[in-house]
């Protein structure tokens, strides 16, 4: 909150600023971008939208195992890392927070193609947060994993 009372804003700079600074260095060397994020309803929005954020995993070979496809370790943090930039963005700020747990299944290998991440927050709490993030090809836009996570609030 502002000294106003009124709730500062999260921008596309702010969270592209901390993916910069506050993640961890091999975190960076994944090669992600913040695309979007949501903090309010878009007009015609319907009653189930929830607040989130687009990121983009670019494809490297140094995240393929075998066979030229993208690990699923890198999918993973991909994922999480969404989902904190979403939880921030739904915040309208920074906060400190870790992951208790993330679920993922993996539908279809994504091979010589950047990823999408659509993170979107479930339910922002006090002391606990959860979301979801579909991964999508970004060269077919279809979805090769589902996530499911949940944050504990620090």
Do not use: Y
Request: hydrophobic letters at 50%.
């Amino acid at each position: 909150m502002t000294e106003s009372g009124q709730v500062a804003e999260f921008g596309l700079a702010d969270a592209r600023r901390t993916l910069g600074e506050v993640f961890a260095p091999w975190v960076q060397d994944l090669g992600l971008s913040v695309e979007a994020i949501e903090t309010a309803a878009p007009s015609g929005a319907g009653h189930d939208w929830q607040p989130g954020a687009t990121l983009r995993m670019a494809f490297s070979d140094r995240l393929c195992r075998s066979g030229g496809i993208v690990c699923g370790q890198a999918l993973m943090a991909l994922a999480d890392t969404a989902m904190v930039i979403a939880i921030l963005a739904a915040n309208r700020g920074f906060r400190p927070m870790t992951t208790v747990d993330q679920t993922t299944h993996f539908l279809k290998a994504v091979t010589s193609s950047d990823v999408l991440a659509d993170a979107r927050v479930v339910r922002l709490g006090r002391t606990m947060s959860f979301g979801r993030v579909t991964l999508l090809s970004a060269a077919d836009g279809k979805p090769v994993a589902m996530v499911s996570s949940a944050f504990a609030m620090l």
